[in-house]
């Protein structure tokens, strides 16, 4: 036995089934040391702070 679709899916019925695969957009927050935008829970790109502590040195 193969894996084969017993009836031909009409392009309705796949564009439905595909219709939540859309993008959300980036979620961004303020840093909480220097206030640049940043994604959560990540070193900020601008200072190099994670939670208020130096993490790493930003040039």
């Known amino acids: 036995m193969s ?3 017993k ?3 009409s ?4 564009d439905k089934r595909r219709a939540n695969w859309k993008m959300n957009p980036v979620n961004l927050v303020k840093c909480s040391k ?3 935008l ?6 900020c790109k601008a200072c190099g ?7 790493i040195s930003v040039d």
């Open 38 to 43: 940043m994604m959560p829970h990540r070193v």
């Open 3 to 5: 894996i084969c679709p």
């Open 11 to 14: 392009k309705g019925r796949r």
């Open 7 to 9: 009836n031909k899916s």
């Open 49 to 55: 702070a994670y939670n208020k502590k130096e993490v």
């Open 34 to 36: 220097c206030g640049a």
